[in-house]
């Protein structure tokens, strides 16, 4: 079941970044620089981005030619990863919804609010917030302007695993997979294939975003966020 988005926030440390994303000028790494990136508190980077093989070590055991490691002798999860989305580019948003509620009334509207409001731990990256409420107008015009830069391009929101108890291989989607560590993140994502290989990070221009997106803090699309029951 596909989850309705509310809205859409990308947050930045400063404001002429937030400023040039309104302006339809999107600054995009790849996975390898997130991957590179060493990882603390605000949790930017991810050097388990993009597994295709999770597995754990009392439930494997490797054979080479005659040689057999048994799983007692493995110490930590095999983790296995592809070159090809070392070299996509990511587009990262955060997403306002929830999957917890069928029905919102009087009853649990407060619930619901905490639900959809933008996770304190997100709200600490940066004092600048690109907030987007037509999200659909959004996605059209970021894959109208990957079809006239002709790269071939996938978004969805982000699922979320846990690494103590997940074994196996993410043959699907793998790209928008992630550790449960992650899931406040609420993670929208566009993955991006230039063609190219590379570290270097690409600059989309998609147009100007100023009627479908403003700029404020965190903590006040927080504060705003109201919700009517009719």
Same mark, same amino acid.
């Given at each position: ?7 859409? $926030? ?13 302006? &339809? +000028? ?30 754990? !070590? ?6 080479? &030619? ?21 070299? $996509? ?28 409001? =933008? ?6 990256? &940066?004092?600048?917030?690109? $907030?987007?409420?037509?999200?659909? $107008?959004?996605?059209? +015009? ?25 074994? &196996? ?10 550790? =449960? ?24 221009? =998609? ?10 803090? !965190? ?7 109201? =919700?009517?029951?009719?």
């Amino acid at each position: 079941m596909t989850k309705p988005i509310f809205f859409l $926030l990308k947050i930045f440390e400063k404001k002429e970044y937030a400023e040039d994303f309104i302006k &339809g +000028r999107l600054f995009l790494n790849r996975v390898s620089y997130f991957k590179a990136i060493e990882n603390n508190d605000d949790k930017r980077g991810d050097e388990y981005e993009a597994v295709y093989a999770w597995l754990q !070590p009392n439930k494997t055991k490797i054979s080479i &030619g005659d040689i057999e490691i048994k799983s007692e002798d493995i110490v930590s999860p095999i983790v296995i990863q592809s070159q090809y989305h070392d070299n $996509l580019h990511l587009l990262c948003l955060y997403a306002s919804y929830t999957d917890k509620f069928q029905n919102v009334s009087k009853n649990n509207v407060e619930e619901f609010r905490k639900e959809i409001k =933008i996770n304190e731990r997100c709200i600490s990256l &940066g004092n600048y917030a690109v $907030l987007i409420l037509n999200t659909q $107008l959004f996605f059209k +015009r970021f894959i109208n302007a990957t079809k006239k830069y002709n790269y071939r391009v996938k978004g969805q929101l982000v699922k979320y695993y846990d690494p103590t108890t997940f074994h &196996g291989f993410i043959k699907k989607d793998t790209i928008f997979q992630k550790q =449960i560590e992650y899931s406040y993140q609420k993670e929208f994502r566009f993955a991006i294939d230039t063609g190219t290989k590379g570290t270097n990070p690409i600059m989309m221009e =998609i147009g100007d975003l100023s009627d479908i997106a403003s700029i404020s803090s !965190p903590q006040e699309i927080n504060e705003m966020l109201e =919700i009517r029951i009719k």
